[in-house]
């Protein structure tokens, strides 16, 4: 992966029914848990936060197996991938692994001190999960600026 340009990079993690979204700091160095939309609000979310504030890059989270097959909502992240890229031809978009991502997301919420509640609200997870998937690529090799 080569680095992203300067500016904020978003990250997602889709679901069929709700999408988690975060995003960095303008200088790429923290991830944060954004907020959670839609599926079919998302291109829509998208293309406006760009709009507003120009992204550096979207990274999106490919969903596989722990066998590393695609899984129910492989196709549609497939699907998805091709019509950000369409939409916004100019951005760099990648894909990364987001196999242990929800699980990982429930531990950092426990290890954050988060109650039960909070930790069962899925939109939380899926928030922590996209953050999760967010800092994965930002440490990523290859990017050129990860110390």
């Known amino acids: 992966m080569s680095p992203s ?3 904020r990079v978003l990250a997602i993690d889709y679901g069929h029914k709700r999408v988690g979204l975060a995003l960095t700091d303008p ?3 923290i991830a944060s848990p954004l907020d959670t939309v839609h599926s ?3 291109v829509r979310f998208v293309l406006d936060l760009h709009a507003r504030e120009p992204l ?3 990274v999106v989270g490919m969903p596989r ?3 590393n097959e695609p899984t129910d909502a492989t196709s549609a992240v497939v699907g998805l991938l091709r019509r950000l890229r369409r939409e916004l ?3 760099p978009i ?3 692994d987001e196999r242990f991502t929800s699980r990982l997301a429930k531990q950092a919420m426990l290890a954050g001190g988060l ?3 909070a930790r069962q609200d899925k939109a939380t997870v899926d928030r922590v999960s996209a953050a999760l998937i967010l800092q994965s690529y930002l440490e990523s090799p290859g990017r050129g600026n990860n110390g």
């Open 5 to 7: 340009p300067p500016g």
């Open 27 to 29: 200088l790429q160095l």
């Open 40 to 42: 079919q609000d998302l």
């Open 56 to 58: 550096a890059a979207v």
């Open 65 to 67: 197996t722990l066998l």
């Open 89 to 91: 031809p100019a951005l």
């Open 94 to 96: 990648h894909e990364i």
């Open 115 to 117: 109650g039960k509640k």
